[in-house]
């Protein structure tokens, strides 16, 4: 069984940085492409940002394009996402979740495993 476990949310002011991380055990985590969204109070869950398996290939969502990094350590079992800038609009809970197949996706069905989320503030 897969586990994840996000950390590093927490409140920042409106410009600042945050970076989030997520652990995962019970698999083979260097063959997995990774994904992180988000879902704030009331709205849908929204993609953010995935990672291919080597962590060769990015991809973001238009809101978070050339402010949020997503990244890997597969030595670690761990995938980061360092967030910049921060707006207001970013206020969510962010989640990590696991892609057996390797191959970046921003369609949150194509996820198998999901961590429990860590809460992001940003003040204005």
């Known amino acids: 069984q897969v586990q994840l476990v996000e950390s590093g949310g927490g409140l920042v002011q409106a410009g600042g940085s945050l970076r989030v991380s997520c652990t995962g055990s019970?698999?083979?985590?260097?063959?997995?492409?990774m994904g992180w969204f988000r879902q704030a109070p009331g709205k849908e869950r929204e993609f953010v940002a995935t990672?291919?398996?080597?962590?060769?290939?990015?991809y973001y969502a238009d809101s978070v394009k050339g402010r949020f990094t997503i990244s890997r350590d597969n030595a670690k079992n761990t995938v980061y996402l360092q967030m910049n800038s921060l707006k207001p609009e970013d206020t969510a809970v962010y989640y990590c979740?696991?892609?057996?197949?390797?191959?970046?996706?921003?369609?949150?069905?194509?996820?198998?495993?999901w961590g429990q989320g860590t809460q992001v503030t940003v003040s204005s």
């Open positions: 979740a696991v892609r057996p197949s390797g191959l970046e996706s921003s369609r949150t069905y194509d996820y198998n495993w």
């Open positions: 990672i291919s398996w080597s962590g060769g290939r990015t």
């Open positions: 019970g698999g083979t985590f260097s063959s997995y492409a």
